[in-house]
């Protein structure tokens, strides 16, 4: 073998680096983080009192707005809009949170929404421009309109259950769907007509069924078992469901989150499982 000259060698150095100001030592600050159109990155406080701003350029946090919390577990995931602002459902809060990162404010939007524990955990984006979220503990869908500030609940009554739905998809028939995490089927979400559909076979009453859902490039949706015991796939076409693949065992916390691959198949990292669990749509 020939001898590489050393000034051909190039050497990966990963580097990690702790940035920005220290932010206390509370628990549960934050736990979502998204990127916004100034290149910034953003997360809705969780028991934080402020706004985490991460300027990726510079290496500097700054904490915006003038919302201060007063509460456990206010606010969980959130979703970019149309306008550039950032919205959070309320877990524990009472009201939605929009975050503007060009003005550096936030303003609590919307109607009241009580004190209620758990409310909402995710929000998406429709292709109307307005945001979803789908209950946890709530009994109803939440629409958030940015453009007037304003939410509307949509949709039949789901009950008083816990832990009903988590995270939704956005599917290419411009639904959105809502694996059942406590509930006993999938939430179809129908943003023009305002409606809302229980769709599929019944799963049954068993709790922590799935969590996270993934739109495929065949056009269903998978989810991941976290205690149920076969992946779920989501025909948003003709409205049903089916359990697929082979049986992966009664345990639980298996699997949480699920990401579509550039090969067209899915991954869902484990939590509790032993191993990667690949789906071949």
Request: aromatic share 6%; charged share 15%; glycine share 8%.
């Amino acid at each position: 073998m020939g001898i590489i000259a050393a000034s051909r060698l190039r050497v990966a150095v990963v580097r990690v680096n702790l940035i920005g100001q220290d932010l206390g030592s509370g628990y549960n600050k934050y736990i979502d983080i998204v990127l916004a159109n100034n290149g910034k990155l953003y997360a809705a406080p969780r028991d934080a009192s402020k706004v985490l701003e991460i300027d990726p350029v510079n290496q500097t946090t700054t904490l915006i707005g003038q919302y201060s919390g007063i509460r456990r577990y206010q606010y969980t995931y959130m979703a970019l809009a149309n306008n550039g602002k950032l919205y959070a459902a309320p877990l524990n809060a009472s009201q939605v949170l929009e975050i503007d990162p060009v003005n550096q404010t936030t303003t609590l939007i919307g109607q009241n929404l009580g004190s209620g524990n758990f409310k909402y955990t995710n929000t998406a984006l429709a292709n109307n421009g307005k945001l979803y979220a789908a209950p946890f503990h709530a009994s109803k869908v939440l629409e958030i309109d940015p453009v007037n500030q304003t939410t509307t609940f949509i949709g039949q009554d789901l009950g008083s259950g816990y832990n009903k739905y988590q995270l939704l998809a956005l599917a290419n028939n411009g639904k959105l769907y809502a694996a059942p995490r406590d509930a006993s089927q999938v939430l179809e979400i129908d943003p023009v007509n305002q409606t809302t559909t229980l769709i599929g076979q019944d799963l049954g009453s068993g709790s922590n069924k799935y969590i996270d859902i993934a739109l495929a490039n065949n056009g269903k949706l998978y989810a991941a078992p976290r205690d149920a015991s076969q992946v779920l796939e989501i025909d948003p076409v003709n409205q049903t469901t089916t359990l697929i693949g082979q049986d992966l065992g009664g345990g639980r916390d298996k699997h949480l989150s699920l990401t579509l691959a550039n090969n067209g198949k899915l991954y869902a990292a484990p939590r509790d499982a032993s191993k990667v669990l690949e789906i071949d749509p």
